[in-house]
């Protein structure tokens, strides 16, 4: 495939080097003279000198036949503006990078819609969301970071002995409408159910719906709630702050920063927060606040702050310690300092471009379950046959779930007289042997 990058920060090279090995025609753009002289000395890849977010740079780097456009820079406004001048040029698809979480509230403003951007990439959210995972222990077959919003949610029920539900069939259970069950595990296997399912205690189901929906199949189901746990934060950048703004549904959280006007702006954003005006690298802040918590999350900025936090926290009475690493060469010293569990941004960031390197409908693939169950984002093209029924007779395989659609910022469930629209998109959870026949009902040109 033909892939341009926009910016040679740790992250796009990053990204760049892990495509070499596939094979794809590689090109990076970057304004930084000494790092174009760099690059050109130690990577295999088209070097250009100049702005992302100029038109000639774009030209040059043949924008108009890329199959995808990463801006990665430093900046939220340039990777905005220079992804959509990509996509307008032609590139089939475009990913943002941003920081911001303002960029991200599908309430205030659809930048993503507005500026035909097909994903704006918060490695913060990405990697707050990954941590809270590891903390509920959720399955991690279904993530929706992408189409977040305020009105629809992704959440793992387990089914307890003596449910009322356990010996039923799905058909029988009089669930609400805007509810999807995407997947159930069960004995270590994950399978997507049909309607002829039957529950048994143990289940566990990845379920998608609006908020209080959920809270209602909660109810039918007798599905146990996650038990809060003692959580507490270090670092309140953007990751501690999506991380909090997270576990804060759940769980009771506290998170500790150093700078006062920082925890003064966190306090107004989040609600259900004890904010801290506490240095995490002073051990006599950690001694304060740290024993008998049940996890401690060192997210501060810099790697060496994050392992000697955890280190401390450790030896303060944390029962589990987990930390923010960017440096691939420090995964081998996490374990042999104590430290339970870490998250890459760099290494999430790979894996998240990874998903786009597809063809036809498929905006997005992933497989995070082995060979058997796949992800898919999809997007309804014209003339497609997906677009001209309803959902109930598009005839799709029994093997898949139509989880959730959006359009122009919009996200819902789709129920049965569901109609998509040209340009829309859908989320779908299939067998990966069905994965053929449903993209014949969302291309064109049929």
């Known amino acids: 495939m033909k892939i341009v990058i926009l910016g040679a920060g740790t992250v796009g090279l990053a990204v760049a080097e892990a495509l070499y090995p596939h094979r794809h025609d590689v090109t990076i753009i970057e ?4 790092i174009v002289r760099n690059l050109r000395e130690t990577v295999d890849a088209r070097i250009i000198e100049g702005s992302a977010s100029h038109s000639t740079a774009l030209f040059q780097a043949d924008i108009m036949n890329a199959d995808l456009c990463l801006a990665m820079t430093d ?12 996509k307008t ?10 920081f911001s979480p303002m960029f991200l509230n599908l309430g205030t403003f659809d930048y993503r819609s507005l500026f035909h951007i097909d994903r704006l990439l918060s490695l913060e959210q990405l990697t707050a969301l990954r941590l809270a995972r590891e903390i509920d222990q959720y399955t991690g077959v279904l993530t929706f970071e992408h189409i977040s919003s305020g009105n629809i949610a992704l959440v793992e029920f387990l089914i307890p002995p003596k449910a009322a539900c356990i010996g039923k069939k799905i058909s029988e259970m009089n669930f609400v409408k805007d509810v999807r069950v995407g997947t159930i595990r069960r004995d270590g296997e994950n399978k997507i159910p049909t309607a002829d399912h039957v529950f048994r205690a143990g289940d ?4 998608i719906g609006s908020r209080p929906a959920l809270a209602h199949m909660r109810k039918i189901l007798g599905a146990e709630a996650p038990k809060p746990k003692n959580i507490v934060i270090g670092g309140g950048g953007e990751t501690g702050f999506h991380l909090a703004l997270e576990l804060q549904k759940t769980h009771r959280v506290r998170l500790m920063d150093s700078d006062l006007a920082r925890c003064t702006a966190l306090g107004r954003m989040l609600e259900n927060v004890e904010i801290l005006n506490a240095d995490v690298q002073k051990r006599s802040a950690l001694e304060e606040y740290v024993p008998a918590t049940d996890i401690f999350i060192a997210c501060t900025g810099r790697d060496e702050n994050n392992l000697l936090a955890c280190v401390e926290a450790k030896a303060l009475g944390a029962k589990e310690v987990f930390a923010v690493i960017n440096r691939p060469d420090y995964g081998n010293v996490v374990k042999k ?8 941004p ?3 960031a790979v894996r998240e471009v990874m998903k786009f390197l597809n063809t036809g409908a498929v905006i997005s693939s992933d497989s995070p379950l082995g060979q058997t169950i796949r992800l898919l984002e999809l997007e309804v093209q014209e003339n497609s046959p997906i677009s001209k029924v309803a959902l109930q007779d598009a005839k799709l395989p029994p093997q ?12 819902c469930v789709p129920g049965a007289k569901f109609r998509f629209s040209p340009g829309a998109t859908a989320i779908v959870v299939s067998h990966c042997e069905k994965v053929d026949q449903i993209l014949e009902k969302f291309e064109g040109n049929r």
């Open 75 to 86: 900046s939220d406004e340039t990777n905005i503006l220079a992804a959509s001048m990509a």
């Open 337 to 344: 300092l104590g430290i339970d569990f870490f998250v890459s």
């Open 400 to 411: 898949c779930v139509v989880l959730a659609a959006t359009h122009k910022g919009s996200v």
């Open 31 to 34: 304004k930084d003279t000494g």
């Open 89 to 98: 040029m032609g590139a089939r698809r475009c990913i943002a990078r941003i």
């Open 204 to 207: 566990q189901l990845a379920v």
């Open 346 to 348: 760099r290494e999430m």
